[in-house]
T-cell receptor
């Protein structure tokens, strides 16, 4: 089954404790991206990747890192999480930039 | 500044009637528009898209209309069904080479279809 898998679904952590949210897709998609969803702000792009070893900032990249060492994986790294990074995070992939995105089920992150 | 706006946070419609969800954008470089549907505890799923060279695209019960001069698009669902109850996101992007690499999303409209 074609899917985007992100883990964990729920994560509670404390300020400053490094964490990684994993994302994997099995569709051989070149394009992957991370979004965060906040009330009243919709979905905002954090980072995107056009292909392996090619990443770029989206709208709200501050406080986040990503890597794309393999085509299928695109982890989101928070080196020193802060409470304003409490949000619902979605990973997504597509064959190319302007094609429809396939989203993961989301990761609800709470930073205390 | 929100480049894609959905000014109605919620909409309630009777089953069988038409649902019309609206979306406005400010960036004239946008040339590709999409609608996504999101159920609780799930990621958004693609619903329908339209290129700026068209003014209408239809897929079953779903039709998207694009008015480029007004920078406005709308999603029509006819007839509405209870299973259509979800949050609908409008999104827009610009072609490669225009300098914009993002897909910009609106804030979403929660549609409730009343049986």
């Amino acid at each position: 089954e074609a899917q985007v898998t992100q883990n964990p679904r729920y994560l509670i952590t404390v300020t400053g404790k490094k964490l990684t949210v994993t994302c994997s897709q099995n569709m051989n998609h070149e394009y992957m991206s991370w979004y965060r969803q906040d009330p009243g702000l919709g979905l905002r792009q954090i980072y995107y990747s056009m292909n392996v070893e090619v990443t770029d900032k989206g709208d709200v990249p501050e406080g986040y890192k990503v890597s794309r060492k393999e085509k299928r994986n695109f982890p989101l790294i928070l080196e020193s999480p802060s409470p304003n990074q409490t949000s619902l995070y979605f990973c997504a992939s597509s064959r190319s930039k302007n094609e429809k995105l396939f989203f993961g089920s989301g990761t609800q992150l709470s930073v205390l | 500044d929100q480049q894609v706006k959905q000014n109605s946070p919620s909409l309630s419609v009777q089953e069988g009637r038409i649902s019309i969800l609206n979306c406005d954008y400010t960036n004239s470089m946008f040339d590709y528009f999409l609608w996504y549907k999101k159920y609780p505890a799930e990621g958004p799923t693609f619903l329908i898209s339209i290129s700026s060279i068209k003014d209408k695209n239809e897929d079953g019960r779903f039709t998207v209309f694009l008015n480029k001069s007004a920078k406005h698009l709308s999603l029509h669902i006819v007839p509405s069904q209870p299973g259509d109850s979800a949050v609908y996101f409008c999104a827009a992007s610009a072609s490669p080479g225009t300098g914009a690499n993002n897909l910009f999303f609106g804030t979403g409209t929660r549609l409730t279809v009343i049986p």
